[in-house]
């Protein structure tokens, strides 16, 4: 996942930055000058929203949680090596966001960015974090369409390297941007959403190897699978080595924990 991650931020051409429209909402929305006390970072990856946040809200305390302990450790290196003295607001857990490890109305705000459509029951998920907010907490999450990066589903399926990859379930199907929002509002109180459109150029076949061979809907061959320089001569093969755009729609579900 982080080598994905890495090869989706290098693509970026458009749209806002993540943890920056995180963070802003999230200060448009506390009652404290200096923000929130405490802020979960669910589901935090490799630690960039929560490097955000530190530096938005420098008196905050963050915890940043994650069910994979090589993501926490991948976390934990980024976060000591950009916030160097900071470093020690940042506590991390292991932990699934079914069953967090936290009492009732522990923390002021909660951010679950690109998280919730990795479970079949985002609502467990999304009552889970309600459970963990004070009343009038704010909680981010964060999600993108089921349609995002379609273009390199059509890429692979024009160019045989996997015949059927527009034709599975979207990653994201589960809490996709159109259904998100009805899921929080079962256990928040929905006060907006917003849709951002972000767009994405892979420089070559190089570049777009090292994120297709990422992604697990993908029924690549196996010598390709395992091997992304191999897919990338596949794909210089195949359709050259020319850049291509690919979209996601980003959307933010801003909510409250109601009395």
């Known amino acids: 996942m982080a080598r994905r991650s ?6 970026k051409v458009g749209g806002r930055h993540v943890g920056e429209m995180i963070a802003g909402l999230l200060a448009a929305r506390t009652n404290r000058v200096d923000g929130p006390e405490l802020i979960a970072d669910i589901g935090c990856g490799t630690g960039r929203p929560a490097r955000t946040l530190a ?3 420098p008196r905050a305390e963050i915890l940043a949680i994650d069910a994979s302990a090589p993501m926490l450790r991948e976390a934990r290196t980024h976060l000591r090596h950009h916030l160097a003295e900071d470093a020690h607001r940042i506590s991390y ?3 699934d966001f079914h069953r967090l490890p936290l009492g009732e109305a522990n923390c002021q705000a909660a951010v679950a960015a690109f998280c919730l459509y990795h ?3 985002p609502t467990k998920a999304v009552a889970e974090i309600a459970r963990t907010l004070v009343i009038g907490g704010t909680a981010i999450l964060v999600t993108k369409s089921a349609d995002s990066y379609h273009e390199l589903d059509e890429l692979l399926a024009a160019t045989g390297l996997d015949p059927h990859a527009t034709t599975r379930p979207s990653l ?7 259904v998100l929002p009805a899921q929080v509002a079962t256990a928040l109180t929905v006060e907006s959403v917003i849709s951002d459109h972000h767009v994405f150029c ?3 076949a190089r ?7 990422t992604v697990p809907k993908y029924e690549l061959a196996a010598p390709l699978r395992s ?5 990338s001569g596949e794909l210089r093969r195949r359709r050259g080595n020319g850049p291509l755009l690919t979209t996601s729609t980003i959307t933010y579900v801003i909510a409250r924990r109601s009395p």
């Open 6 to 11: 890495n090869a989706l931020l290098a693509a």
């Open 55 to 57: 530096r938005r809200f």
């Open 93 to 95: 857990l292991q932990a």
């Open 119 to 121: 479970t079949p029951h």
């Open 172 to 178: 994201y199907a589960s809490a996709s941007s159109t």
């Open 202 to 204: 892979f420089r070559d």
């Open 207 to 213: 570049h777009l190897a090292a994120y297709l061979s």
């Open 227 to 231: 091997d992304p320089q191999a897919l």
